[in-house]
């Protein structure tokens, strides 16, 4: 309709340099973006969709255009971050899984050495023996540029292979290394 040519759609003000919200686009995520997917995406869904066709305004202003792109953005890096963070999740709840499956079946093939002697003798050379396949194991499953074994006693087990800054867990040095250094 007329009576809303001049209006902005978002803030409702009356602007003179606006911008058409279906046929133009904006900078957003480093590219250009139409604004009419980076409002549909930003809409709560109890809203209905946008419609070209519909007696609403057909603009927006230059300054809910900065705050629309702002707005895409901080959703997109949300849902990244929070999909990382699924994945780092199931990864981890596998992690246990295993090493619970594991020290269950080492319990149960360690139960006979309690009760034989000569068992028992070799006990100490088990454990050791069992160690370094387990971190054999964390190297191999991680990028050979994200971590390197520590190698004093006094730090974290885990070192970034860029920063060289240390950490106690496998998990966390992948995390530091894909958000500290996504761009390499």
């Known amino acids: 309709m007329d009576i809303f040519e001049s ?22 995520l480093d590219k250009m ?6 409002l549909a995406a930003c809409l709560p869904a109890s809203l209905p969709p946008l ?28 849902l990244g971050a929070h999909s990382e963070f699924n994945v780092a999740l199931k990864f981890e ?48 499953a991680a990028p050979v540029t994200a971590e390197a074994k520590c190698s004093s006693d006094s730090r974290p087990g885990f070192k970034c292979g860029i920063c060289h800054e240390c950490f106690h867990t496998e998990i966390a040095c992948k995390f530091h290394f894909k958000f500290s250094h996504k761009d390499l």
């Open 93 to 140: 709840q596998r992690r246990r899984r295993s090493q619970a499956s594991k020290s269950q079946s080492q319990s149960q093939t360690q139960t006979p050495t309690h009760r034989a002697e000569p068992m028992n003798e070799q006990r100490p050379t088990e454990p050791a023996d069992a160690v370094p396949p387990k971190i054999q194991s964390e190297k191999a």
């Open 7 to 28: 209006f902005c759609r978002t803030c409702g003000n009356e602007c003179l340099e606006s911008l058409s919200i279906y046929n133009e686009s904006a900078q957003a």
């Open 51 to 78: 419609d070209p066709e519909d007696d609403y305004p057909k603009q927006i202003c230059r300054i809910c255009v900065k705050k629309l792109s702002m707005a895409f953005e901080f959703s997109h890096q949300w």
């Open 33 to 38: 973006v139409p604004i009419s997917d980076m």
